[in-house]
């Protein structure tokens, strides 16, 4: 499975960003589609999952403030980012796991990552 992130960019504080996840290859081996940030200095986060079904999770750093979702004929993944804060600065990175999870270590495929910059 390839995972290409897009999206990113420089925000305002109150900002929206969409960030967007193309997965190409063996796509029918993934269910879990996730969506992680590492800041400068910082140990890569959990930030949002959605399942197949649509399911989602959050932490709770972004709830009500970031959705995920999936458009699955597209094989694209979406984050949706508003009211964002110089704090959500990062790089953000698509991941794809069989397991609904939160763990890192659990992601099998990953994205190379796009920068979201949010100004104060």
């Known amino acids: 499975v390839q995972l290409q992130a897009s999206g990113g960019g420089l925000v305002q504080a109150g900002g929206s960003l969409r960030l967007s996840c193309a997965a190409s290859?063996?796509?029918?081996?993934?269910?879990?589609m996730g969506w992680f940030r590492q800041a400068p200095g910082k140990e890569r986060e959990f930030v949002a999952a959605?399942?197949?079904?649509?399911?989602?999770d959050y932490a709770d750093s972004v709830k009500g403030r970031f959705t995920g979702s999936r458009d699955n004929a597209k094989n694209t993944v979406y984050l949706q980012m508003s009211s964002l804060r110089p704090e959500d600065t990062a790089v953000y990175y698509c991941?794809?796991?069989?397991?609904?999870?939160?763990?890192?270590?659990?992601?099998?495929?990953w994205g190379q990552g796009t920068l979201v910059t949010v100004s104060s």
């Open positions: 959605v399942a197949w079904s649509g399911a989602t």
């Open positions: 290859g063996r796509t029918f081996t993934w269910d879990i």
């Open positions: 991941a794809a796991s069989s397991t609904w999870t939160r763990r890192t270590y659990e992601y099998t495929y």
